[in-house]
């Protein structure tokens, strides 16, 4: 019996503590990156709802879009929609202490890549994938700041806010319709520029009311709102239109993955603009001009069809 034991394979079971410890280490291992994938698609989920709540143009256009970059226009808007939130409805609340700490939060986020913030998480995925230009997301932060004090604009203002508001949102969005090939990039970037200009130039006219009464605000540089007529309104909406024909160009030129959800947004701001060209100015003061719903179905159905038949933009 003794030689039997003698020449049995001794072998060492660990302790109790150590077995624990190895579970522990192999379950964290194998779980981190699954665990930190839900907390992105919840993340990504928020991002979404906010576009979707806030702007249903804008979440018609992103639809349009192909599936592989849908998620990364959703991770922008959703940042910049809380940003110009926090500046234009957080009422009651102080501002620029939210602002300052939301921008602190947002390099961070990008710098870690990882936020508690789950729309801060959600933008930097976006940002740390195709490398946006970290000078962009300034520029935003720096007009959306500017709203917190600037009530009225000359032209040097004026242009400064349309680029940080507008224009580098379009920018940060052409890095992701050209995967972060920086040649198609500067290429594009001039068109894309006009398109988010125009788009927030209507926006403006859109707005005028609310932005004026509510906001105290007038954006269009030296504007008399006393004496705004018709003839003031069409020279901006001319200055306007010469800038979507530009972006239409550039349009043409964007891949296929993003040209038809683009065209879409870009067939909506143009209605906008027919729109209220076709309103008397003192209107635009009391009413904000609206597309309807159905225009906007009939719009979407046109770019559709013009997509399956391969008709040029």
């Known amino acids: 019996m003794g030689l039997a034991i003698k020449n049995q394979p001794i072998t060492i079971s660990p302790s109790f503590e150590e077995k624990s410890s190895v579970t522990t280490m192999s379950l964290t291992a194998a779980e981190l990156s699954s665990q930190k994938s839900l907390y992105d698609a919840i993340s990504l989920k928020a ?158 006219l859109r707005d005028i009311k609310e932005d004026s009464l509510a906001l105290d605000r007038v954006y269009f540089p030296h504007l008399d709102l006393t004496r705004f007529d018709n003839d003031t309104k069409n020279q901006l909406l001319e200055e306007i239109e010469l800038e979507f024909e530009e972006a239409l160009n550039g349009i043409r030129e964007l891949p296929a993955t993003s040209q038809f959800g683009v065209y879409v947004a870009y067939l909506y701001y143009k209605e906008l603009c027919k729109t209220i060209r076709q309103l008397p100015a003192k209107e635009l003061l009391i009413k904000r001009a609206r597309v309807s719903t159905f225009k906007k179905t009939c719009l979407l159905l046109k770019a559709y069809l013009m997509r399956k038949f391969n008709f040029n933009i």
């Open 47 to 204: 991002s979404k709802d906010i576009t979707k709540k806030y702007s249903t143009s804008f979440s018609i256009g992103i639809l349009c879009l192909d599936r592989s970059i849908r998620d990364a226009i959703y991770q922008i808007y959703g940042f910049v929609r809380v940003a110009d939130e926090i500046v234009d409805s957080f009422h009651g609340y102080e501002k620029e202490v939210l602002l300052d700490e939301f921008e602190v939060e947002t390099f961070k986020s990008i710098e870690r890549a990882i936020s508690t913030n789950p729309v801060l998480n959600s933008f930097q995925l976006a940002v740390n994938r195709y490398n946006i230009n970290l000078d962009l997301i300034k520029s935003f932060l720096y007009s959306m700041r500017m709203d917190l004090n600037a009530k009225n604009h000359d032209k040097t203002s004026y242009d400064t806010y349309i680029y940080g508001s507008a224009e580098v949102v379009g920018l940060m969005c052409l890095y992701v319709f050209v995967d972060g090939r920086m040649e198609d990039y500067t290429r594009l970037k001039p068109k894309a520029m006009k398109l988010g200009s125009a788009f927030q130039k209507i926006n403006f």
